[in-house]
């Protein structure tokens, strides 16, 4: 005669079945709700996207007198001083994230394009390009480029860069060297 057979207690059995349901009910939703966190915030490949901007500061450059009792002086050309200034602006204000301007080495194609679109849009708005300019940096809102939205370009300019430094980017965008 053969050995009995061990059957298991049913005690373990009802402990293994409500183990598997509790897998299925707290683990499966976990994961399907998983997905779709990942699925709706744009982690496919497209959605939202952080840049990052630094800036190095503007180079001088020195030179020795050709005496030895005078002292060196810095040598800039009056015209490439602004210019230089108003990059590094334009590029730690994070104006080269969103903006394509040629003069700032900048490609960005969130806002227009500060090649062109001044200029059009100064003349939609009838302003000089200055002040259009201006307006465009401190109060973004007061005209929008066709093919952009409100509330697209940052509404802190006004308080976050000062006079001086607005007034010398303004120059370096209007100039566009």
């Not at 007061?142 to 010398?168: E, N």
Request: charged residues 10%; contains cysteine; glycine residues 10%.
């Amino acid at each position: 005669m053969a050995p009995p057979r061990n059957r298991p207690k049913p005690i373990v059995a009802v402990g293994e079945v409500v183990m598997w349901v509790l897998f299925v009910l707290l683990l499966f939703p976990a994961g399907v709700v998983g997905w779709a966190v990942g699925h709706y915030t744009g982690h496919q490949g497209g959605g939202t996207r952080t840049v990052t901007v630094s800036a190095a500061a503007p180079a001088t450059t020195t030179t020795p007198a050709a005496t030895t009792t005078a002292k060196a002086a810095p040598t800039t050309t009056a015209a490439a001083a602004p210019t230089a200034a108003g990059k590094a602006i334009f590029t730690s204000a994070g104006c080269a994230a969103c903006h394509t301007f040629k003069a700032a080495g900048a490609t960005g194609k969130i806002g227009p394009d500060l090649d062109t679109a001044p200029a059009i849009d100064a003349k939609k708005d009838n302003m000089a390009l200055a002040a259009f300019v201006r307006e465009s940096i401190v109060s973004p809102n007061a005209f929008i480029a066709p093919g952009f939205t409100k509330g697209l370009m940052p509404q802190t300019f006004a308080t976050t860069l000062s006079k001086a430094k607005i007034d010398t980017l303004v120059s370096f965008i209007v100039g566009g060297k």
